[in-house]
């Protein structure tokens, strides 16, 4: 079963607006990952956070941990028409295995 | 960046019939390899853990038999996909940890592929 679970399932934004994801998960981590998958391609790493961080910025992304409530929210600001993909929390569980969230479909309208 | 490379992207084949698909690290050495399957707009399940030089290990669910892994060096994995049914059709991606043991760091894929079985 899936460690995350994603909210929303899909967002449709105009270009130039932030996109905001959410990813609640059950059990203690001692990171969390975000992905992104372009439609029929392979993921790619976005950004990691550690546990005792609360807050991490990539260029135009803003992630947060809230590990008191098993949260994390994806942020992206400025959108564009490239930022069109599926985004993916993950968590590592036993044997260090990423567990992926049910992901957020992300359509940037230009 | 560490390079995942995987082959082929796409595949059609005839039921009964098998599949093998290939992913190596091209400038990394993996000893720990992840293999997922994605159905449409859906996420990825982790099948199975190929491990360099040992069995691989199976989640819960999928059949050994029917998915054979084989870790044959430090640079490449491969899945088999035996007796394929149109069930098997699905997008297949493998990863790669890039650094000792499995490691919960940062993953990197495989640009998947896609099998289709008629």
């Known amino acids: 079963s899936q460690q995350g679970e994603e909210d929303p399932q899909a967002l449709s934004i105009q270009e130039g607006e932030n996109a905001t994801m959410n990813c609640s998960y059950k059990t203690s981590i001692n990171n969390l990952q975000w992905y992104r998958q372009n439609s029929g391609r392979g993921l790619v790493h976005l950004i990691l956070?550690?546990?005792?961080?609360r807050e991490k910025h990539s260029g135009r992304l803003r992630v947060t941990l809230d590990t008191s409530k098993k949260s994390s929210s994806l942020l992206i600001t400025a959108s564009r028409a490239a930022d069109t993909a599926s985004y993916f929390c993950?968590?590592?569980?036993?044997?260090?295995?990423?567990?992926f969230g049910g992901g957020t479909r992300v359509l940037v309208k230009p | 960046g560490a390079v995942v490379s995987q082959h082929p992207s796409w595949v059609i084949c005839k039921s009964g019939t098998s599949v093998k698909i290939e992913c190596r690290s091209l400038?990394?050495?993996?000893?720990?390899m992840f293999w997922y399957r994605q159905f449409p707009k859906q996420s990825l399940m982790l099948m199975a853990t190929s491990n360099e030089g040992s069995k691989a290990t199976y989640e819960q669910g999928v059949e050994k038999d029917k998915f054979l892994i084989n870790h044959a060096s430090l640079t490449l994995s491969t899945l088999t996909v035996t007796s394929a049914h149109p069930e098997d059709s699905s997008f297949y991606i493998c990863?790669?940890?890039?650094?000792?043991?499995?490691?919960?760091?940062?993953?990197?894929f495989g640009e998947g592929s896609r099998l289709t079985v008629l």
């Open positions: 956070i550690r546990s005792n961080e």
């Open positions: 400038d990394f050495q993996a000893t720990t």
């Open positions: 993950a968590t590592p569980g036993a044997g260090n295995k990423l567990t």
């Open positions: 990863s790669a940890p890039r650094g000792l043991g499995a490691g919960a760091g940062e993953l990197f």
